[in-house]
């Protein structure tokens, strides 16, 4: 069963030039592992991040970095989630997160659906 669904979408040079005015949003938005990933990734990542909370009905309180997309080649992106983004999981009862993610033409973006299993 469907819990909810979330998009977002990133225009990268933007978002690359919002990081080079405030370089602790690095730090703040993504966690060591995606820290090293090139820009039009971290836009991806930083869309993935916005649909996962949107999905989860955007409450306040939620942290960046708990919140993490894993790639592993050949397969589609893994959401790992933590902390603020698990509880909120957890009060709705998802069970797994569906991601896709793509940038192309300097735009960035990402879908989320969050499913719960049946009752």
Known sequence: MIVGVGIDVVDVARFVATLERAPGLLERLFTPDERHLPPA???????????I???????AGMSWQDATV???????????????VAARADELGVARFHLSISHDAGIASAVVVAERDPA
């Open 70 to 84: 894993r790639r592993v080649p050949g397969q589609q992106p893994v959401v790992e989630v933590v902390g603020t």
């Open 53 to 59: 909370a949107k999905a989860l009905g955007a409450p």
């Open 41 to 51: 990734s971290l836009a991806a990542r930083f869309a993935a991040k916005e649909a």
